[in-house]
């Protein structure tokens, strides 16, 4: 069989596992097993299996991915959220629109601790609905806004969804931490502009009374707020000028949340062992799906689906912006039904090495691939933070007005796209200056 309709029947074979509710890390090993066993057979399969399980398992570079998943866990069991938020709160909260952009603000700012756009969703949920419901505003727009603010925790260091790119491409995982950043601003920038907005043609946006604190009030939550802010910079300087590795910088990542919490005494030991206890799972499960896309990314090597793709469409004479409109449409169709870490897992194999072969700067290209599955996780019906949204919110929204609530913040983000395409400068300025 040509390789090329090996590799698409492939696709379309995996894709519609997950779709049917096969777990994905069993989906996408399925697949690459029978695959290679009918390629190259039984055993060189079990050879490869066992060579980039081992390999992959032993990596220290994957040692990131726990330490940020702990240190988001241990930063959310110690109400450093609830902070975060009344800080933003008493800052703006008095403009217009305050009171949903003290949530992206908030969420900017937890991401920069979390890489996790799930947990930010879930845990924002909790403390800015409340708010939200206590000045009567709109839930489902408040909804829309907390989800949308959540996918800044992929786009701002430490990103997982940034590692896992890394990780599946080989690239450098600080050099993709460091491009996120200003990209990740304009994001922030361009949700808190879309609640602007909004609010001025919208009357349910506004509180009937406007909130006011002292200056004294303000310092106060700076002040709690601050060590966290602290760490978060730490990480990141270390990370930007190479003074540590991603591993070492999520180590003291760890070390600095746990030391924050126990002098806050914000966290019992009940609480500490929870956040153990939801890391160890998120990090197997997401060690479960890498290991399985490694080993599909070797079974379309295997058998030369990736080059014969490259050399027909350099053949074709298409150029890097068909690729690049194609890949955008692919996504924005797929993102609506699979979750980002899946869709990364399946798609990255085949559409990294092509960009290459095209040119593409693959930092770029991954900026562009994060936030493609940002707006997957906004996006009805299956974006999986509006579920988080749902799942945490008490009592509950109805799907149709959490839908039409972050209708707004979809177009943010398909704006803030087209930026970063027609501007790839944004992507690769900050870490120019890291080579």
């Not at 060189?44 to 702990?70: D, G, K």
């Not at 604190?213 to 978060?232: D, H, N, W, Y």
């Amino acid at each position: 069989m040509d390789p090329v309709t090996f590799a698409v029947l492939t696709f379309v074979v995996l894709v519609a596992l997950v779709v049917l509710g096969v777990p994905v890390a069993l989906s996408i090993f399925a697949v690459s097993a029978v695959g290679m066993y009918l390629w190259v057979g039984e055993t060189f399969m079990m050879s490869m299996i066992r060579s980039v399980t081992y390999s992959a398992s032993s990596n220290y570079a994957f040692a990131v991915v726990p330490m940020f998943i702990l240190m988001g866990e241990i930063a959310g069991a110690s109400r450093i959220i609830s902070d975060l938020y009344q800080a933003c709160y008493r800052w703006i909260g008095h403009f217009r629109g305050g009171v949903y952009n003290a949530t992206v603000l908030a969420s900017a700012g937890f991401a920069a601790i979390s890489g996790s756009t799930v947990v930010n969703a879930a845990v924002f949920t909790r403390v800015a609905m409340p708010e939200i419901d206590r000045l009567g505003l709109n839930r489902g727009f408040g909804a829309g806004c907390i989800a949308a603010s959540g996918t800044l925790a992929a786009m701002i260091p430490p990103s997982l969804t940034m590692v896992i790119y890394g990780i599946l491409t080989a690239e450098s995982i600080g050099a993709m931490l460091v491009a996120g950043i200003l990209p990740g601003i304009l994001t922030a920038m361009a949700l808190m502009l879309t609640v602007y907005v909004s609010s001025l043609v919208r009357k349910d946006l506004m509180p009937k009374t406007i909130e006011t604190f002292t200056v004294r009030e303000k310092i106060v939550g700076l002040r709690q707020v601050s060590p966290s802010m602290l760490l978060a910079a730490i990480i990141l300087g270390g990370i930007y000028t190479g003074t540590v590795s991603p591993s070492a910088a999520g180590t003291i990542g760890v070390a600095g949340a746990l030391l924050i919490a126990l002098a806050g005494r914000r966290l019992t030991m009940s609480n500490f062992l929870d956040a153990v206890r939801r890391s160890v799972v998120t990090t197997a499960s997401l060690f479960l799906i890498v290991i399985a896309g490694l080993i599909f990314s070797r079974l379309l090597l295997m058998t030369g689906a990736v080059g014969q793709l490259t050399d027909l469409i350099n053949s074709g004479g298409y150029s890097v912006g068909v690729f690049i409109a194609g890949v955008v449409l692919a996504y924005l169709i797929v993102g609506m039904f699979i979750d980002p870490v899946s869709l990364m897992v399946i798609t990255i194999p085949l559409l990294y090495p092509t960009a290459k072969s095209l040119g593409i700067d693959p930092i770029w290209f991954g900026i562009l691939i994060v936030k493609l599955v940002e707006i997957g996780a906004i996006t009805p019906p299956i974006g999986i933070n509006l579920f988080a949204v749902m799942s945490a919110a008490k009592p509950k929204i109805p799907s149709r007005d959490v839908f039409l609530g972050v209708l707004p913040f979809v177009l943010c983000e398909l704006v803030v796209l087209g930026i970063l395409i027609a501007f790839p400068i944004i992507s690769t300025y900050l870490v120019t200056g890291m080579r």
